[in-house]
């Protein structure tokens, strides 16, 4: 019996007003999922590698990183979801004002799949959504191990 996974979609943006416009130009891009907002690094990382409902123990997500946030750099947390068995596969979209080449080609090399520089331009900001939402609805989710 195949049962559809829910896809959460996790969002790391310490501004409220960047957030809110994220959220609106999502939801304008026809994709309904959960969104969880977190303001912060660390109440994201629990989220992402501990809670109970987290992806690590609950099934995929798609996390919208910035890279400049108030407790931790956005650079260390794509490294350590990458570095996570359990989420390494996670698509991470990068939003971040930051333009340098050379943090770009770090975000890309520790396995971010888009990298959006602020001012976000939305109808391309939402095309990268929508090819994601594409992909994520065609991957096969493994089993959870014991429900064989």
């Known amino acids: 019996m195949s049962e559809q996974r829910h896809v959460t979609i996790v969002m790391i943006e310490d501004d409220d007003g960047h957030a809110r416009l994220i959220e609106r130009n999502i939801r304008r891009a026809g994709i309904s999922n959960e969104i969880r907002h977190f303001a912060d690094g660390a109440s994201a990382l ?28 956005g650079i260390d947390i794509l490294a350590r ?56 609805s065609v991957i096969q989710v493994p089993e959870v191990e014991g429900n064989g």
Do not use: W
């Open 46 to 73: 629990h989220y992402l590698e501990n809670d109970n409902t987290g992806p690590a123990l609950n099934g995929p997500a798609l996390v919208l990183l910035d890279l400049n946030l108030p407790d931790m750099s």
């Open 81 to 136: 979801v990458k570095s996570n068995d359990r989420l390494k596969r996670t698509p991470v979209v990068v939003l971040t004002t930051t333009d340098d080449k050379v943090e770009i080609q770090r975000c890309y090399d520790l396995g971010c799949n888009v990298y959006i520089t602020k001012p976000v331009n939305y109808e391309s900001f939402a095309d990268a959504i929508r090819q994601l939402g594409l992909f994520l």
